[in-house]
């Protein structure tokens, strides 16, 4: 082949694949252009209605509430975890990250337009008035919280020490609601306790992920070492865990890991995405371990159980946990606003969603706990509590982003529809005193308030994690 003709083949592909990329370009340029215009007409639209609005609306509004309610509408179509903070909002949220703020002690979600509760933070006034997880908080103060915002369910709630709110509770199973008053106090919430179970077996608590966890619980684990020997088992309790700080996570899970992922995240964005490993330590802690986990655990407690899980480092044993695998960042606003915004789905280290799926433990363990009783009957089904879930919650992500999403979804909707609370709107209430609990106990996380030995070990979860504990190393033992 002559160079002549080379040259004209070359050159016609060199014209062919520039042709290409301005063709590719040209037509990215007119879908950027038209998507432009229809952003436009719709904030044209917007503006239209808000003039309407200030000029023609019975009472006089302020431009800034339209706003302000329109954005944080916007954002609520989104998902139950995205969300507009206003400025009160938002310094509650830091204030609460570092363990210390005042209220009443309880984790709370929008579940069929009312604010319904996650779990109850251990040691809290709502933990001891008995206030449960999955009970529907009808009105605070004797306002309806039919359709209030999350945001200002939660500054009703909030308040100074020594002052009370009451909280009408509806309960599955109840013919009416009930009426808590509950004393409001400074809730320093010590996110780890422990206790030994049985000579060289021992016993945390993680009751979420705040700023000091780690730490606590290294000195945690230090503290049940007994003449400096390692422990020969450990349970590791994160029921009713609602989650925290995935940074205090990821260390959590680094203490009982020396390599490997620990957890990453996916989002639509190379920058939303990560992976997280473990690091080699002198300080990992190399025993045996059971993890409970329940409905109520959540989020970064999700996470750590979840590695531990796939790593082969613990047992977990229990019920499946909440399902809360999405990342949320808060982007600071002017004026002190803030927006928390979901940006990506948590992935365990062998690839599993967490997202409205929660992790599945080893070994299922219903709830219950031992009581004296003039019959021998097992009452653990009827102390198992029905917890919501992420995929109860309105708008909730599903485990994978794809084409399958939106029939999925509206199997979901239609699961939903099924379990509705069905709340009358006058509900008749009844009065119980602060520091109360309503009726029987029937949660056997109750008991968790001191610590108690006794009680711990009447718990049937915690028994059977520690006859996995004792059984191992009487095994490991007999290797030897």
Do not use: W
Not at 51 to 64: G, L, S
Not at 99 to 105: D, K, L, N, R, T
Not at 118 to 130: E, K, S, W
Not at 193 to 208: D, M
């Amino acid at each position: 082949m002559t160079f002549t003709k080379r040259f004209h083949k070359t050159g016609y592909a060199a014209f062919f694949t520039l042709f290409c990329s301005l063709l590719l370009a040209a037509v990215f340029s007119v879908q950027t252009a038209q998507a432009d215009e229809e952003a436009y007409k719709n904030l044209k639209l917007f503006s239209q209605v808000i003039e309407i609005i200030e000029n023609n609306y019975v009472d006089e509004v302020k431009t800034e509430d339209l706003i302000s309610g329109a954005i944080q509408g916007m954002v609520q179509t989104l998902d139950p975890h995205s969300e507009f903070m206003p400025p009160e909002s938002y310094k509650d949220l830091k204030e609460s990250t570092k363990g210390e703020f005042g209220g009443i002690g309880i984790q709370i979600s929008m579940k069929d337009g009312y604010v319904t509760v996650i779990a109850p933070i251990m040691g809290t006034p709502g933990f001891r008035a008995g206030i449960q997880a999955g009970d529907v908080i009808v009105a605070v103060d004797g306002e309806s919280t039919l359709d209030m915002k999350l945001t200002e369910a939660v500054k009703k709630m909030r308040g100074e020490k020594g002052t009370y709110v009451t909280l009408s509770i509806y309960r599955k199973g109840m013919k009416k609601a009930k009426d808590y008053k509950i004393l409001r106090d400074i809730i320093e919430v010590a996110s780890v306790h422990e206790t030994s179970l049985a000579p060289h077996f021992g016993y945390v608590r993680i009751t979420n992920f705040t700023e000091s966890t780690e730490t606590d619980l290294l000195e945690a684990i230090e503290g049940l070492r007994q003449d400096e020997q390692e422990l020969s088992g450990l349970i590791l309790d994160l029921r009713n865990n609602p989650g925290g700080l995935l940074h205090q996570a990821i260390s959590v899970s680094d203490v009982f890991l020396s390599k490997g992922v620990i957890v990453s995240h996916k989002g639509r964005r190379a920058t939303s995405s990560q992976e997280y490993h473990a690091s080699p330590s002198r300080r990992d802690v190399k025993c045996p371990m059971v993890v409970l986990i329940n409905g109520g655990s959540a989020s970064a407690s999700e996470i750590v159980a979840g590695a531990l899980q796939d790593h082969r480092r613990a047992v977990l044993l229990g019920t499946t946990s909440f399902g809360k695998g999405s990342v949320q960042t808060v982007e600071p606003l002017r004026d002190g606003y803030a927006l928390k915004l979901t940006i990506a789905r948590y992935y365990t280290p062998s690839g599993r969603s967490i997202q409205a799926e929660g992790i599945v433990p080893d070994i299922i363990v219903k709830a219950g706990f031992d009581k004296k009783k003039k019959d021998d009957k097992d009452d653990e089904e009827n102390s198992e509590f029905v917890y919501l879930k992420e995929k109860d919650l309105k708008n909730h992500l599903d485990a994978e982003s794809d084409a399958g999403e939106e029939e999925q979804g509206q199997e979901e909707t239609a699961d939903d529809q099924e379990q509705e609370l069905d709340i009358p709107s006058e509900t008749p209430k009844e009065e119980v005193k602060t520091g109360e609990p309503a009726g029987p106990e029937q949660d056997p996380t109750k008991i968790f308030g001191y610590l108690d030995v006794d009680q711990l070990l009447k718990d049937h979860q915690i028994k059977r994690a520690l006859d996995i504990l004792k059984g191992y190393s009487l095994l490991s033992g007999l290797e030897k």
